[in-house]
């Protein structure tokens, strides 16, 4: 955060951390780094890293948390960034 606040790019080194660990990976601060460009990178690194398939849909009476949820926050990260991405291409 401090490299963000003195105008360090880190995005790359975020990506590395985002490939060692798909699930861990620092997706939150990735996307605060991601112009146009970058975010459909990091679309296409999600479609790719990310186990899609195990990640269902639909109603359910569990709380998403713990470990088996991983997957699931790891992509909520990218849905949540890319509502700030498609309402900057409206505009």
Do not use: Y
Request: net charge negative.
């Amino acid at each position: 955060m401090a490299a963000r606040e003195i105008g360090i790019d880190t995005f790359d080194i975020q990506v590395a951390k985002i490939r060692e660990d798909p699930l861990g990976g620092p997706w939150f601060r990735a996307w605060q780094e991601a112009d146009q460009m970058r975010a459909e990178f990091l679309v296409s690194l999600a479609r790719q890293l990310l186990p899609l398939d195990v990640i269902p849909t639909g109603p359910a009476d569990a709380l998403g948390m713990g470990p088996d949820w991983r997957p699931h926050a790891a992509l909520d990260w990218t849905w949540q960034a890319l509502r700030h991405h498609v309402d900057a291409q409206r505009a």
